[in-house]
């Protein structure tokens, strides 16, 4: 974020966070990783590059995943933001999170929300993907622990999970 | 789940849950009442005199803190192995991005326009970027010969060889720097108050060497600095001694400003200003017999420190140690040198040494092969170590390893044979050329020679009323399952359920100092002496009578009831012991320079495109032993993501510098692998088990970074025949190796003796 933000006035900008209607007053180029992390506390969005590239901070916007470092929040005005605060409900672990769990998809755990948000859109396009298509499809996103085969593997398990449902 | 069946078993992470759902809290997640925003003024060239420093135009810096050197209270230097790094620089600077100045201020956005109007005068003085620029001494830049250690390793007379040798084969092998690449950047946060005294909370491996380095820096006794470990996100190393200069800069600023202060870098800072995986050069003059046996070798094996001398002097201590490999050497001569230059300091990265003088011997041990006109297989099988034979520091083998039969299951597992064949006849047709190549190494655990003596680690187990148990450690998770697999341990050695144990938050005021979390040294060191402190605890129940020998987790519970209400606290604690036979001398070096090693066999598989000149990792066999695996899933995680950063190493990962600076510390220039560039990685384990670690378990976290570069670079110039003897191996090397030389077919029709 530049200096010019703040020579431009805060506007309120409504959109939809997990489920909730909510308003925050922002400086229209404000970075939604930053909204989402200081004003409203979700910090399960992480920064790790704040340039695109790692993927750490993806969430959903209107069911698109979005690097929320690239996003100016007033693109979010209106907008349905699913951050990974909203993925389980109450209690209950999403079926992806329990398969990252289950299958060692999380090591230093840094990169693991925005992983598993790549994961919940890939899996929201295609429940039944192919390694190939699990691979292809979290190629945006950085992991330097695990060498991503367990991430792929957890994938694979949510998706055997939910079809035997 | 019941005792005798925990440890073994893939239980799931202790801190899994905060992690998948987004609860678990890093450093930015923190936020204090009041805090302040802090930010580093660098030096921008690699070495000369401080002339002048002004605050530009354009900025109220009356609203700033402002911390230099004359702000320091004790000592300024960063305190490790030397104190000869500065926490800020003063009249002179001798590297790029140095520290020179601290600033902070309540809004974070004004930082970085604050940093840029800083200016700094100064009087530039030669400085040296290379090896071999630091050997030639045209520049004196630390010390008397710019030269932090030198070690002598000698095993026989290898000046008796070089006659009788059928084959001498000599070369010179280097690798590059490699940055961690850790997801979350580094990150700290300083508080201080006069009554309690001062406290950070940060991204970190070691919180014990913050504490040092914090009580030199600002003069307070050790029950006035507190270190807190928070979530940690991924360090490789490359949080070891990093943190102690950024929890230094935070604690200036909260001590001048009376106010907390968080300092955290992005991607840019973090990449170009912290340290690296050490450069290196090595070479190998070998002496073989007719018969393809190694009679013995002289091995030179040197690394680039940068500019201060941090870690420099055990990394190379690592890396000549490895240096020679798995293999029996009746007569060796190591000379080994950590030199000088004005870059960045260089650190510790997963492998600590062994990775770089490994890559070097397992290339040069395919050179030999082709000398002799061996094949890589039988090469290596003619000269593995056996039990009772002696490594180059004259360390017996008393671990029953057979590494012909690693190798066999390697080869099997990879299909080598069949596939050596089918490459052979496919190659010549196909611009595609396909190769295989192995790499055999060990991995010694835990600190070298006599570290874990001086280290004296201590650990504690402590029981509730209600029968839980804390395992109190300063050994740190940052991904690799820290908390996991002691709590196993200590579960196991109670007999109660894993959920009824916890591994606490590394704080140095709860916790006792249990060392670093490095060398592969937490699952065998640290947790053989959880294994002890709660075997103490049990011990301490039934001598007092309140403990039968087979208990119910209600009567274990009924029993810590009791005691507490009777007796006060249950708690145990446990320090190293040398194991008996675990003799080093430092001065010779020579004796047992680890308690245990790992032993594996990687298999590599891959594709040179001659059209793009890039390399494709296309399979991956990683065979290891490792003594017994107590968390299958974390242990497999370890050697994949190892193995994975280690192609990185190999094919992607090139730091690029420019006067002592890094010119690519951005992701999208520093490239490192992504889930569309690895094969896949199939790891196998072999238990023989080991009576120095807990429950039999060896090292393992480091030791899948030392084998894949050289396996691949193998495979490369088997696909090619061209030989390659530098890492990263990037398209246009290879481009420009085969416009000088095309490609031969000699290597993929060698005989292939099996």
Redesign the interface.
């Given at each position: 974020?530049s200096?010019s933000?703040?020579i431009h006035t805060k506007s309120r900008i409504s959109f939809r966070l997990n489920g909730k209607l909510v308003a925050a007053d922002s400086y229209p180029m404000d970075r939604l990783l930053d909204v989402l992390?200081v004003e409203f506390g979700?910090?399960?969005?992480?920064?790790?590059?704040?340039?695109g590239?790692?993927g750490?901070c993806s969430v959903l916007m209107n069911g698109m995943l979005v690097n929320s470092c690239l996003v100016p929040v007033l693109q979010a005005e209106n907008a349905d933001i699913l951050?990974?605060?909203g993925?389980?409900a109450d209690s209950h672990?999403h079926q992806l999170?329990?398969a990252?769990?289950?299958?060692?998809g999380?090591?230093?755990?840094?990169?693991?929300?925005g992983m598993?948000l790549a994961a919940y859109h890939l899996l929201s396009k295609n429940s039944q993907p192919t390694m190939q298509q699990i691979?292809?499809g979290?190629?945006?996103?950085?992991?330097?622990?695990?060498?991503?085969?367990?991430?792929?593997e957890a994938v694979a398990e949510a998706a055997r999970r939910k079809k035997t449902v | 789940m019941k005792n005798g069946d925990i440890v073994g078993a893939s239980v799931p992470r202790k801190e899994g849950h905060d992690k998948v759902t987004g609860q678990s809290r890093y450093v930015d997640d923190m936020v204090l009442p009041g805090m302040l925003h802090g930010a580093t003024v660098r030096s921008r060239i690699p070495r000369g005199k401080v002339k002048k420093i002004t605050f530009g135009p354009g900025i109220d810096w009356q609203e700033f803190v402002i911390v230099s050197a004359k702000d320091i209270p004790g000592k300024n230097c960063i305190a490790l192995i030397e104190e000869d790094q500065p926490c800020l620089a003063e009249d002179m600077v001798n590297h790029p991005e140095e520290p020179l100045l601290l600033l902070a201020h309540p809004d974070r956005h004004l930082l970085p326009t604050a940093v840029e109007a800083v200016s700094v005068e100064y009087e530039a003085l030669p400085a040296i970027f290379t090896i071999e620029e630091s050997e030639r001494h045209s520049e004196i830049i630390w010390g008397s010969d710019n030269t932090f250690k030198t070690i002598l390793i000698e095993k026989g007379d290898v000046d008796s060889v070089w006659e009788k040798a059928h084959h001498i084969v000599e070369a010179e092998y280097t690798t590059g720097a490699q940055e961690q690449l850790y997801i979350e950047n580094n990150g700290m946060i300083a508080s201080f108050d006069k009554q309690s005294g001062l406290t950070v909370w940060g991204s970190l491996q070691c919180p014990y060497y913050v504490h040092k380095a914090l009580m030199k820096l600002c003069g307070l006794p050790a029950d006035r600095v507190r270190v807190i470990q928070m979530e940690t996100g991924g360090a490789f190393g490359g949080k070891e001694d990093y943190p102690s200069m950024i929890a230094a800069h935070a604690a200036l600023l909260a001590i001048k400003s009376g106010k907390p202060v968080k300092i955290v870098y992005d991607r840019l800072e973090d990449m170009v200003a912290t340290t690296k995986r050490h450069p290196s050069r090595t070479r190998h003059r070998t002496a073989i017999s007719k018969d393809g046996k190694i009679l013995g070798g002289e091995i030179e094996f040197t690394i680039d420190g940068g500019a201060y001398e941090t870690l420099s002097p055990v990394v190379l201590s690592r890396g000549a140690i490895h240096a020679a490999g798995p293999y029996y050497w009746p007569n060796i001569r190591i000379r080994a040198k950590a030199v000088a230059t004005n870059a960045p300091p260089h650190g510790a990265f997963r492998g600590f040494g062994a990775p770089q003088s490994l890559f070097a011997l397992e290339r040069h041990v395919d050179r030999i092969a082709q000398a002799v006109q061996l094949s890589p297989v039988e090469i290596r099988r003619r000269n593995f170590l056996k039990p009772g034979q002696t490594t180059s520091t004259g360390q017996i083998v008393r671990e029953q390893i057979d590494l012909g039969k690693l190798l066999d299951q390697a080869l099997e597992l990879s299909d080598y044979h069949a596939k050596k064949e089918k490459f052979a006849s496919e190659n010549p047709q196909s611009s595609n050329k396909k190769g295989l190549g192995i790499a055999a190494f060990l991995h010694g655990a835990g600190f070298t020679g006599s570290g874990e003596r001086y280290l004296a680690s201590q650990v504690g187990v402590e029981i509730s009323e209600d029968g839980r148990a804390r395992v109190l450690v300063s050994s740190t998770e940052f991904g690799q399952g820290t908390k996991t697999v002691l709590s196993q341990i200590a579960a196991e050695a109670l007999g109660i359920e894993y959920d009824d144990v916890e591994t606490t938050q590394a704080d140095t005021h709860e916790v006792p100092n249990s060392g670093p979390t490095v060398a592969s040294r937490t699952v065998m060191v640290v947790g053989k002496l959880v294994q002890s402190a709660a075997i103490g605890i049990k011990q301490r129940l039934t001598s007092s009578g309140l403990l039968g020998d087979s208990y119910s987790p209600a009567e274990f519970r009924a029993a810590c009831r009791a005691y507490v209400a009777t007796r006060g606290q249950l708690r145990s604690l446990a320090q190293y012991e040398p194991p008996d036979g675990v003799v080093w001398d430092d001065e010779k070096y020579r004796g047992a320079a680890y308690a245990a090693f790992s032993w594996a066999v990687y298999v590599a598989e891959v594709t040179v495109d001659l059209t793009t000149y890039s390399v494709s990792v296309d399979d991956f066999v990683a065979v290891q032993e490792v003594g017994k695996v107590l968390n299958p899933v974390l242990a497999r995680g370890q050697v994949i993501g190892g193995v994975a950063q280690a192609i990185g190493f190999a094919l992607f990962e090139k730091v690029i510098w420019e006067n002592g600076r890094m010119q690519n510390g951005q992701m999208t220039n520093y490239i490192m692998p992504t889930s569309a560039d690895l094969p896949p990685i199939r790891v196998y384990f072999e238990e023989l088990g080991n009576p120095h670690g807990a429950y039999g378990a060896k090292g393992i976290g480091e030791m899948p970074m030392d084998g894949p570069a050289p396996a691949i670079v193998n495979a490369v110039q088997d696909a090619l025949g061209v030989s390659f003897d530098s890492v990263p191996l990037l398209p246009e090397d290879i481009f420009e190796a085969l416009s000088a030389a095309p490609p031969l077919e000699t290597l993929s029709s060698a005989k292939e003796d099996r």
């Open positions: 974020m200096d933000t703040h992390r979700l910090t399960g969005t992480k920064e790790g590059c704040g340039e590239e790692c750490s951050t990974i605060e993925l389980a672990l999170q329990q990252f769990l289950d299958c060692g999380a090591q230093c755990g840094i990169c693991t929300p598993i691979r292809d979290l190629a945006g996103n950085l992991c330097r622990c695990t060498g991503y085969t367990q991430i792929f | -």
